[in-house]
């Protein structure tokens, strides 16, 4: 279950099974030239597609949002490809990829699985170099560095080997719990900073510190602790920790920059709203950080630092912001290495830096011994063909025969062969000239190992981040061509640019691709018609709302052209642990969410679905009914498959199946769940004590399927004494890939296989664990006691299922894992729909798009849109 997070799919290119985030973005709104409708030579006239909002990580190894990986997929070729029916295509079946053929050797002896790959030898990247077995060893050794922290999750595999790669250890228990010793560590020193600051502020009580008179303080701490070690980094944690905290404050400003002040809504004891109370983001800012509280009561504002709005309004953002610093640190400083998003990131810090210095002093293993260049001096067989070893350059270049890559696993794993189909990117350009010279194929293959600075100056580099190069179809260019490409000409801020790669050759044809140009144009989502009427793009992906599909029926006699399929993926509401902190909180919210108003904004293009995964898989549990009802619905027959705290509430109000709360009952069950059973307090005016969130729409409008169910929520949840805010959010891509939001409505890209452990499993390096919190959770198990506990068992069974290929077993082990996911409520499922398709017919030819018989949720209209073609 490799995911893309997408408020809206834009397009499916190549491999379905890269894991991404996405949102359907109702950004600004561009102003651009119209294509030349009367020209349609593929070599001169460019084919126009519509592209969401951008985040501008173009790279292969770190894009995540669904609009960045198409981005990216256009100059990319792959491992392997799939077919519609979502099984493994290589070259010699015709599919445009790096592999020729493969095949899985099972060695009963030793319980090992090996994959043989034979890599063919014509494949160039765009500068019209030689991709070969150098390259892929390359991207394998990135991704299964320690230091890798993108979307992909290839390290989940158990490669031969490995496990002492990654931890250079042979203890079996060593490597299996090799960052649990680094946390507890981690956990001691924060334990031992949170002791001395509360010391010297019981003896201090009388002097008002300042940030750095109280370092000078911990510093004498310190000093007179001697040579213990977990006191020796006193300093060094308390200055992490504050520089954390203000990178921390420096976000949550801009976030309140991308709120609209309209957005957020007050209401009195009397229900009665009041609106546009703020103007500026200081104002917002400082609201959410609850420097200003809103007294329900008596329906006005209270200020903690100002008498007015007037006064906050005059200050500027460093004022706001070094305002909150200056009141928690260090006086509230134990809060903020305990409970704040800091807290979270200083441990994992502190970790990941122990963690580091141990592998840097105990380097044993240079290589994974499961990965092999197979026929590098003996001859090997791969379905009957013999493959002698190749005739090779000085440079490493393939003159004569074909590479052969082998990949060992214990057991057998049904994702591996998904996990080893990944995008090559060419090591001329994502390494750097110190490594790229030591490659020997034995303990350096182009990457510096655990080297975060590698990572973050090499791999990251920005000009790596904002142009992607690789052997795809397509290449980056720009407006004049792609003879200099800079990230300021490949996308200029509303349009991104490609030129056709000439050395890429389609697997069935041999030919390059048919149009030169192809440009992807930002659009706001809600604009996209309005755009291909008006002829600057050619294809877009519009909502399948009914309106919608209605509108283009009528446009089809003025040329214009729809295709719709089943989407692989789904919709669902998310909700941050880390940020909605209380288990019972999170219930409440998703019981006062109505799933199936969002499900009609689509009408019949769209299904309800009840569990986290596309219902297009397989492994998808048949028949399974919503875990938390809409506390507005009609109670449902089977109280047995429900949260078994909705079917406590009910048995204690007496209602049965078919009835249906009335608004004080409703109201007493989101009571129950957050005063009763998760013991937040309410103050003087009605109000619970630091609840207030935002649940947030991507975009800036409000033609969204969540913004009335959201609003739906919103008033039901104030009347109970929370305060929510429905906010529009153009950002949210951003916020969500860093895991700042709070609630939103999203969707996700589904891969082919089921697997979950990309975006569920404890040991997930993934952005979307981030999402859920899974950091804070995972280091503070005893304030997340019963969340903790549920994601053991959670990832324990999601690696169950990665130990047999057997389906009817893999769907019982889904199904349970799929009500852990329930009962953690940080994901609400929502709907299963089809993705919509529309172009202009008298530009693109229509049978040179994918819509014919090949035509499946695993295969989308763009699939192979290098055969793509302009009316001739």
């Known amino acids: 279950m490799n995911k893309k997070i997408t408020f809206k799919k834009l397009l499916a290119l190549g491999l379905v099974g890269v894991a991404s985030l996405g949102v359907v973005s109702c950004g600004k709104s561009t102003t651009t030239t119209p294509t030349d409708v009367t020209n349609k030579n593929n070599e001169t006239r460019p084919f126009v597609m519509a592209s969401q909002e951008v985040d501008q990580v173009f790279s292969p190894f770190y894009s995540s949002s669904t609009s960045d990986a198409s981005v990216v997929g256009m100059t990319q070729i792959s491992m392997l490809s799939n077919d519609k029916d979502g099984n493994p295509q290589t070259h010699k079946q015709g599919a445009s990829v790096v592999v020729e053929d493969y095949e899985i050797v099972k060695n009963t002896a030793n319980n090992t699985s090996t994959y043989n790959f034979v890599l063919r030898n014509d494949v160039k990247f765009s500068n019209g170099s030689q991709l070969t077995i150098k390259d892929v060893l390359f991207n394998l050794y990135v991704y299964l560095d320690p230091t890798y922290n993108g979307s992909a999750t290839l390290y989940s595999t158990d490669i031969v080997g490995l496990k002492q790669y990654r931890t250079q250890s042979d203890n079996e228990n060593e490597q299996d719990n090799f960052m649990d010793t680094f946390n507890q560590q981690a956990n001691q020193r924060i334990n031992n900073l949170l002791d001395a600051w509360e010391d010297i502020m019981d003896k201090n009580a009388d002097i008002k510190f300042t940030e750095s008179s109280f370092k000078e303080k911990l510093q004498e701490y310190q000093d007179e602790q001697g040579d213990v070690d977990s006191y020796m980094h006193l300093v060094e944690d308390y200055t992490k920790g504050c520089s954390l905290f203000k990178e921390e404050i420096d976000s949550d400003y801009k976030n309140a920059k991308s709120t609209n002040p309209e957005d957020i809504i007050f209401t009195d004891k009397d229900n009665k709203e009041h609106k546009n109370l703020f103007s500026t983001p200081q104002e917002i800012f400082l609201y959410n950080e609850g420097f200003i509280k809103w007294n329900k009561?008596?329906?006005?504002?209270?200020?903690?630092?100002?008498?007015?709005?007037?006064?906050?309004?005059?200050?500027?953002?460093?004022?706001?912001?070094?305002?909150?610093?200056?009141?928690?640190?260090?006086?509230?400083?134990?809060?903020?290495?305990?409970?704040?998003?800091?807290?979270?990131?200083?441990?994992?810090?502190?970790?990941?830096?122990?963690?580091?210095?141990?592998?840097?002093?105990?380097?044993?293993?240079?290589?994974?011994?499961?990965?092999?260049?197979?026929?590098?001096?003996?001859?090997?067989?791969?379905?009957?063909?013999?493959?002698?070893?190749?005739?090779?350059?000085?440079?490493?270049?393939?003159?004569?025969?074909?590479?052969?890559?082998?990949?060992?696993?214990?057991?057998?794993?049904p994702k591996a062969i998904w996990n080893f189909a990944f995008a090559v990117a060419p090591m001329y350009y994502y390494s750097n000239q110190e490594q790229i010279s030591k490659f020997d194929y034995v303990k350096n293959f182009g990457v510096s190992y655990n080297d975060q600075d590698f990572r973050d100056k090499v791999l990251k580099d920005e000009n790596k981040i904002l142009v992607p190069v690789g052997a795809g179809a397509y290449k980056a260019s720009s407006k004049n061509g792609s003879s200099s490409v800079t990230g300021g000409t490949f996308f200029d801020g509303t349009t991104i640019y490609f030129e056709r790669n000439e050395y890429f050759k389609d697997g069935k044809t041999g030919k390059s691709a048919n149009i030169k140009n192809i440009y992807f144009r930002v659009v706001p989502t809600e604009g996209v018609l309005n755009a291909l009427y008006s002829n600057s793009v050619d294809y877009c992906e519009p909502s399948a709302k009914p309106e919608t599909v209605s509108e283009l029926q009528l446009k089809k006699e003025e040329g214009y052209e729809t295709v719709d399929v089943k989407t692989q993926g789904y919709g669902y509401i998310g909700l941050n642990a880390s940020k909605v902190q209380n288990l019972y909180v999170r219930q409440a919210i998703m019981h006062s969410i109505k799933v199936d108003d969002i499900v009609s904004y689509y009408g019949a293009t769209a299904t309800r679905i009840n569990r986290s995964m596309s219902s297009e898989s397989w492994a998808y549990p048949k028949g399974c009914t919503p875990y938390y009802p809409y506390v507005g619905d009609p109670i449902p027959n089977d109280l047995d498959v429900v949260s078994p705290n909705y079917k406590k509430y009910v048995d204690i109000i007496g209602k049965k199946s078919g009835e249906t709360m009335n608004e004080d009952e409703q109201k007493g069950f989101i009571d129950y769940l957050i005063g009763t059973l998760g013991k937040v307090q309410k103050d003087g005016n009605g109000q619970y004590n630091g609840l207030n969130y935002t649940f947030t729409i991507a975009g800036a409008s409000d033609d969204h399927p969540a913004y009335n169910t959201f609003n739906t929520a919103k008033t039901l949840l104030n009347k109970c004494g929370l305060q929510i805010t429905v906010a529009k959010d153009s950002q949210a891509l951003i916020k969500l890939t860093s895991g700042s939001l709070e609630v939103w409505a999203a969707a996700w890209s589904s891969a082919l296989d089921p697997d979950m452990y990309q975006v569920y499993h404890k040991d997930s390096k993934a952005t979307a664990i981030l999402n859920w919190g899974y950091p804070s959770i995972l280091n503070n198990s005893s304030k997340y006691s019963e969340e903790y506990a549920i994601i053991n068992k959670l990832s324990d069974v999601i690696m169950q299922a990665r130990k047999t290929t057997d389906q009817n077993q893999r769907t019982n082990y889904y199904k349970i894992a799929l009500d852990y996911v329930m009962q953690l409520a940080i994901e609400l499922p929502t709907y299963q729909r089809k993705d919509l398709s529309a172009f202009n017919g008298k530009i693109v030819e229509k049978n040179s798009l994918n819509v014919g018989e090949e035509l499946t949720s695993l295969k989308g209209v763009t699939a192979a849109i290098w055969r793509a073609s302009l009316v001739a």
């Open 297 to 413: 009561k008596d329906a006005k504002l209270e200020f903690t630092a100002h008498s007015s709005l007037d006064e906050i309004k005059a200050l500027t953002e460093e004022q706001c912001k070094q305002l909150v610093v200056d009141a928690y640190i260090p006086e509230q400083f134990g809060q903020v290495i305990q409970f704040f998003q800091t807290a979270t990131e200083l441990r994992t810090y502190i970790a990941n830096d122990l963690a580091k210095k141990h592998l840097d002093n105990n380097m044993k293993y240079n290589n994974i011994s499961g990965i092999k260049y197979a026929n590098q001096t003996s001859e090997v067989t791969v379905n009957g063909q013999k493959y002698g070893a190749p005739t090779l350059d000085t440079d490493g270049n393939v003159l004569d025969g074909n590479q052969v890559l082998s990949i060992t696993i214990n057991g057998e794993d």
